[in-house]
């Protein structure tokens, strides 16, 4: 295998190729600043080729973040808000984001339409996975690898004897054993770039494209410990270089698949948000229910465990709104004629929104001092709102503070997630290095990038036609480079 991909390199393809090395949640600030000097494999890319933040969709998170880097389509268009969805105007009837949501074609569906022959390795939303032409493992939606989470279903015995007890990601990220979760991550992240090298090695290809988890995981995992402005930050803690040093981890593996690369791949390194510390969490039903929005028809317990909303008796007819709680806050409205037992009338509607909308962005912290929350409507961000959107989203503290869902906590400021451990939330604005051999464009800094510009702009340098709803246009630098 070693010695074919030498010579490889020593009669490199004469046909495009493209390699896409997803690193979810990777920061700008961390790699092209902090410890810019500490990644060699990145920081060369980087010199020669082209980089700068990729702006994210809103909301900014993993799933449909992707997925619209891939469609070069809005969430509202996809249908698509989160992980979980509501799948229809119930008040409880939320169904999982998985490849089967997503109804636009991605990069893969349009190449292989072209005849080009493509890897797709841990992207996420790709469970269960799709036929294309060429092969696919899925990602961490995947709930074991005992189910068929490649395409070919042979392949699943391929990557068997790989790696052993191949991971599509760390089950239980949300932990407070530290020790444990960071040799996951580890032996996670080594697992899946052997994949990678494997599949690139082994057969003719057209567009690579693999996706690490592990990046986001560290970040939920670890931020405080490396971050001293952290309301949690321990300087003594065992764990403050974990994240550099998975950074380091994570440099070196790019390092060896750049090896397998020909003269003639271009190489994207993408994110598809960042990070940030997490100050805390804001209670969004605790505050719906105290300003009268949402109605109990029992009064909570005292002293009782936080519960989840559909733990509880609610009054829908007296409840105007209701919320959810994430990375982003969504606010839903018990809207007459849409919900089983709306009482908001269409004509309030609007007002409604604004309301909340303006009460919502006056919260501060648990001092009272502004904290810049911002919220959306769908109509405003997508061109298409499919699906079943919330009627508001927001960002609490402009991502600095998560949504908490469940009530009970008799305040509206926590200081821990209720849905386990997590010390970071996600930020706007993610990274692209581009790097091709024959194309010096030196080191050019980009500015103004977006997400869903990355599809159109594989699609020209492959000479494709670009479909005419992709809602952005190519990159025009890296786009004219080689075309």
Not at 189 to 216: H, K, P
Not at 435 to 442: A, K, R, S
């Amino acid at each position: 295998m070693a010695f074919q991909s030498f010579i490889n390199r020593l009669r490199p393809s004469k046909k495009r190729r493209v390699a896409v090395i997803g690193l979810d949640c990777a920061a700008p600030e961390l790699v092209f600043e902090r410890w810019a000097d500490e990644l060699p494999n990145l920081t060369a890319l980087r010199q020669r080729g082209a980089y700068g933040e990729l702006e994210s969709i809103i909301p900014a998170i993993t799933v449909p973040a992707w997925s619209c880097m891939m469609s070069g389509k809005d969430p509202g268009t996809l249908g698509v808000y989160g992980f979980r969805n509501r799948a229809d105007h119930s008040y409880n009837g939320l169904s999982v984001a998985n490849s089967t949501a997503i109804r636009e074609p991605r990069l893969w569906d349009i190449l292989s339409n072209h005849g080009k022959r493509t890897i797709a390795l841990g992207v996420p939303q790709t469970y269960p996975p799709q036929p294309i032409n060429g092969e696919m493992v899925s990602c961490f939606l995947t709930p074991g690898t005992d189910m068929d989470f490649t395409y070919p279903p042979s392949l699943k015995q391929d990557i068997q004897r790989w790696v052993d007890n191949y991971m599509t990601d760390v089950k239980g990220f949300r932990t407070d054993d530290k020790g444990w979760l960071l040799e996951q991550i580890r032996t996670m992240t080594l697992q899946r770039f052997e994949v990678a090298r494997q599949l690139i090695s082994r057969s003719d290809w057209d567009f690579f494209m693999m996706v690490e988890i592990g990046v986001d995981r560290m970040h939920h995992g670890f931020w405080k410990d490396m971050d001293p402005t952290h309301r949690k930050h321990d300087p003594n803690s065992p764990y403050r270089d974990a994240i550099r040093n998975y950074y380091h981890l994570i440099d070196r593996e790019i390092g060896t698949l750049l090896q397998h690369f020909d003269d003639n791949t271009a190489v994207f390194i993408v994110s598809d948000h960042g990070a940030r510390k997490m100050e805390g969490g804001i209670c969004l039903n605790e505050w719906l229910i105290r300003e009268g929005y949402l109605v109990l028809a029992e009064p909570l317990a005292p002293n009782g465990s936080p519960q989840r909303l559909d733990q509880l008796q609610i009054d829908w007819s007296k409840t105007r709104a209701w919320g959810d709680g994430g990375y982003y806050g969504r606010v839903f409205i018990n809207l007459q004629g849409r919900e089983p037992q709306g009482i908001v009338s269409p004509a309030s509607y609007d007002s409604l929104r604004a309301e909340l909308a303006s009460r919502l962005e006056t919260l501060g912290d648990e001092h009272g001092a502004p904290i810049g929350t911002r919220c959306f409507t769908p109509e405003s961000l997508y061109q298409q709102v499919n699906g079943v959107a919330p009627d508001l989203l927001v960002y609490f503290g402009n991502l600095a503070w998560r949504s908490i869902g469940t009530v009970g906590w008799n305040t509206l400021h926590v200081f821990e997630n209720d849905t386990g451990p997590d010390e970071a939330n996600h930020a706007q604005m993610g990274m692209l290095i581009y790097n091709d051999p024959q194309t010096n464009l030196g080191g050019a800094c980009l500015s103004n990038m977006h997400l869903m510009q990355v599809a159109p702009t594989i699609l020209k340098l492959f000479g494709i036609p670009i479909p005419h709803d992709m809602q952005k246009p190519p990159i025009e630098i890296i786009a004219s480079a080689r075309a």
